[in-house]
C-alpha cells in the first residue's frame, strides 16, 4: 500500500550538492496532471527561483511518469528554454523537443506607418484593375454588335430568350411580393403621418412620385443584381472551373458573344420590364393600405394618380431599368470571366459581384437624380 501511494505521488524537489560543489535539483514522483492537480501554481511559484540559476543542474530521471501538461508547467518555469545542465530519459526528451517546437512563437513584426496607405493604394490598383477590365470588355461587345448588325443571321436569339425569361418571368414573383409589401409599408407609414395635418390626399402623391421614379426601379434592380446577377457569374465561373470556357476558345466560338452579350441584351429588355410590374404592385399595395387607413378608394386613387404625377416620372424610372439592367449583366459577366479554377475563386468572385452590382445600382440612382433633378416634378 506504501509503495502505491508512493507511485501516486506528485512531483517532488530535492536540492542537492555532489563532491565537486555542483548544486543539483532532483526532481521525483509523477508530474502529470492528475498528480499536481491544485499544486500547480504553487509548484511554477517554487521552481521559479531556481530556473534563474544557470549553473543548476536539473535532474528529471526520477521523474516516473510526465505527460504534457507536466512538461509544459517546466517549460515555462524555465522560460521558454531548455537549462544549460539538464538530465532526461529519451522520451522526456522527445516531449521537450515537441513542446518547444509547438510554443515557439515567430517573431513579431513591427507594424509600419505605411501600412494604411500601402492598402488603400492596393485597393486603388485593384479597382483600376477591373474598371479596365469592364472597359475591355464593353468594347468587345460593341465590335460584337457591329459583327451581328453585318450578319443578322448569327444574332443568338434562343441565348438572349432564355436569359429573358431566366431574367424577366423567373423573377416576377419574388419582385411582386417585395414590391407590395414596400407599397404597404410606405403607404401606412405616411398616412400616420399625414392624419395628423388633415393631408390625406396626398399619399397619393407620396406613392406616385416615390414608387415610379425610385423605389420601384431601386427595388427591382437590387432584386435583379442579387438573383439574375450572382447566377450569371456562378454560371461563368463554372464554367471556368470546369474548362468549359477553355474548349470554346480551342473550337473557335468567340464567348463574348455567345454568352456575355445575349445575357446584357437579355437583362437590358428584361429590367424595365421588370421595374414597370415592381411598381404597379407597389402601387397596388399602397393604394390597399391607403384604403383600409385613410378610406381612399380604388377608382379615385387610381383618377388622381395621374393627374399628381407627370408621365415623366415613368420613363425616368424605365431609362433607370435599362441602365441598371446593362450595367449589372456587364459587372456580372466580368466578375464572372475573373474567377480561377477552384471552388473558393468561385464563391469569392460571386460575392464581389453581388456587392460591386448594388453598388453601382445606387451610384446610378443618384446620377439620374441628379441629372433629372428638375424633370418630372410638379
Known amino acids: 500500500m506504501q509503495g502505491n501511494q508512493s507511485s501516486n505521488s506528485p512531483i517532488q524537489i530535492r536540492q542537492t550538492t555532489n563532491e565537486n560543489g555542483v548544486q ?5 514522483g509523477k508530474c ?22 544557470p549553473n543548476l543542474h536539473w535532474d528529471l530521471t526520477g521523474i516516473e511518469q510526465m505527460d504534457d501538461v507536466g512538461a509544459l508547467l517546466l517549460w515555462r518555469a524555465w522560460g521558454a528554454r531548455h537549462p544549460q545542465h539538464l538530465e532526461l530519459r529519451p522520451e522526456q526528451e522527445r516531449l521537450f523537443n515537441r513542446i518547444g517546437n509547438i510554443t515557439t512563437a515567430p517573431e513579431s513584426v513591427p ?36 459583327f451581328l448588325i453585318n450578319h443578322p443571321a448569327r444574332i443568338p436569339w434562343r441565348e438572349i430568350s432564355a436569359t429573358l425569361f431566366r431574367t424577366g418571368a423567373q423573377a416576377l414573383g419574388i419582385t411582386a411580393l417585395v414590391g407590395f409589401l414596400i407599397g404597404v409599408v410606405l403607404s401606412y407609414l405616411s398616412s400616420r403621418q399625414l392624419q395628423i ?14 414608387i415610379i421614379r425610385e423605389l420601384g426601379p431601386m427595388l427591382a434592380a437590387i432584386l435583379v443584381a442579387g438573383r439574375s446577377g450572382s447566377a450569371m457569374t456562378a454560371q461563368l465561373g463554372v464554367m471556368r472551373v470546369t474548362e468549359e470556357l477553355d474548349a470554346l476558345t480551342v473550337m473557335g466560338i468567340p464567348r463574348s458573344m455567345r454568352l456575355i452579350l445575349p445575357k446584357i441584351i437579355g437583362l437590358g429588355i428584361a429590367m424595365p420590364l421588370v421595374v414597370l410590374w415592381t411598381s404597379a404592385i407597389a ?65 469569392e468572385g460571386t460575392t464581389t459581384s453581388v456587392v460591386t452590382a448594388i453598388t453601382a445600382v445606387i451610384i446610378i440612382d443618384a446620377i439620374f437624380a441628379i441629372i433629372f433633378s428638375n424633370t418630372g416634378l410638379l
Open 197 to 210: 395635418y388633415g393631408a390625406d390626399i396626398f399619399i397619393i402623391n407620396i406613392l406616385g412620385v416615390s
Open 32 to 53: 502529470t496532471l492528475s498528480a499536481l492537480e491544485q499544486q500547480m501554481q504553487s509548484l511554477s511559484t517554487k521552481l521559479a527561483p531556481f530556473a534563474v540559476d
Open 111 to 146: 507594424r509600419d506607418l505605411l501600412d494604411s496607405i500601402r492598402t488603400i493604394g492596393k485597393a486603388a490598383f485593384l479597382i483600376w484593375e477591373h474598371l479596365i477590365g469592364l472597359i475591355m470588355l464593353a468594347g468587345q461587345l460593341l465590335l460584337d454588335v457591329k
Open 24 to 28: 543539483r535539483l532532483v526532481l521525483s
Open 283 to 347: 402601387l397596388v399595395g399602397g393604394m390597399v393600405a391607403a384604403e383600409i387607413q385613410l378610406g381612399i378608394n380604388y377608382q379615385f386613387f387610381f383618377n388622381k394618380l395621374s393627374n399628381v404625377v407627370p408621365i415623366a416620372n415613368l420613363w425616368i424610372g424605365l431609362g433607370k431599368g435599362v441602365v441598371c439592367g446593362i450595367i449589372i449583366a456587364l459587372i456580372s459577366c466580368h466578375f464572372g470571366l475573373q474567377i480561377k479554377s477552384n471552388t473558393e475563386s468561385l464563391g
